[in-house]
């Protein structure tokens, strides 16, 4: 996600800028710390946990540290590097290229809106599902049933300096079912934890 997205997890200002100009401010910050709906999260996590896009790695730690094994990946160095910082195991991979453990993974997670990594949330759980396990769960968060699912293109702005266009998408809780279904999960159930709807897909065993 590049530079601009590296110095805001440093605590830097950033910006997230859609196609019509709206901006909205990153708010890295809180993925540092523990937030309401985290242990809802962390309790639905099974062992071997794969946290797709840990950022700085506060679920991947925290699943370390009650002794559940997880493994952050990101495809920003400095999510990594802190990640590791932070307790956890992490490895610097794009969830589309190979990732290690493939087909045995008991949880997938998707936090924080990381269902939208890639702009195609069919073609993402499609991969996800390759990644898992027979009986495997992904644990995704996504958005209250109210809110229209829908693919945004973004970049980071911080001041004059932006990076590149990309694609993210936004998936309510209105629609998750019909996505996990007909991207290869047999079964999907979503409701609302502390302010957050989580919805658990599950493979088929
Ligand atoms: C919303 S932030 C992460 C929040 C994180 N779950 C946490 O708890 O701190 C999204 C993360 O996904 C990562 N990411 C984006 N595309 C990715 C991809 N294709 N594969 C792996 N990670 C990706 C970004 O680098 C970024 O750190």
């Known amino acids: 996600?590049?530079?601009?997205?590296?110095?805001?997890?440093?605590?830097?200002?950033?910006?997230?800028?859609?196609?019509?100009?709206?901006?909205?401010?990153l708010e890295a910050a809180r993925w540092f710390e523990?937030?309401?709906?985290?242990?809802?999260?962390?309790?639905?996590c099974a062992e071997p946990t794969l946290d797709i896009g840990s950022g700085p790695g506060r679920l991947t730690a925290a699943l370390a540290r009650?002794?559940?094994?997880?493994?952050?990946?990101?495809i920003t160095p400095h999510a990594v590097a802190l990640?590791?910082?932070?307790?956890?195991?992490?490895l610097l991979r794009d969830v589309f290229d190979e990732v290690p453990g493939s087909g045995r993974w008991a949880t997938a997670l998707l936090a924080d809106g990381n269902i939208g990594i890639g702009g195609d949330?069919?073609?993402?759980?499609?991969?996800?599902?390759?990644?898992?396990?027979?009986?495997?769960?992904?644990?995704?968060?996504?958005?209250?049933?109210?809110v229209r699912s829908r693919v945004d293109r973004?970049?980071?702005?911080?001041?004059?300096?932006?990076?590149?266009?990309?694609?993210?998408a936004v998936v309510s809780a209105a629609d998750i079912e019909r996505v996990a279904l007909s991207s290869g999960f047999t079964s999907a159930g979503c409701g609302p934890e502390r302010g957050r709807w989580l919805a658990v897909l599950r493979a088929a065993g």
């Open 66 to 74: 009650r002794g559940v094994h997880a493994l952050g990946i990101d």
């Open 121 to 146: 949330p069919g073609a993402l759980l499609r991969r996800v599902r390759q990644l898992v396990r027979p009986g495997g769960t992904v644990v995704a968060e996504v958005e209250p049933p109210g």
């Open 1 to 25: 996600m590049g530079q601009i997205y590296a110095d805001a997890l440093g605590g830097a200002s950033a910006e997230i800028e859609y196609v019509d100009g709206t901006r909205v401010v």
């Open 83 to 90: 990640t590791r910082r932070a307790g956890g195991f992490a």
């Open 34 to 44: 523990p937030i309401d709906g985290d242990e809802a999260i962390l309790a639905r």
């Open 154 to 168: 973004v970049r980071l702005r911080r001041g004059a300096a932006v990076g590149e266009w990309f694609g993210w």
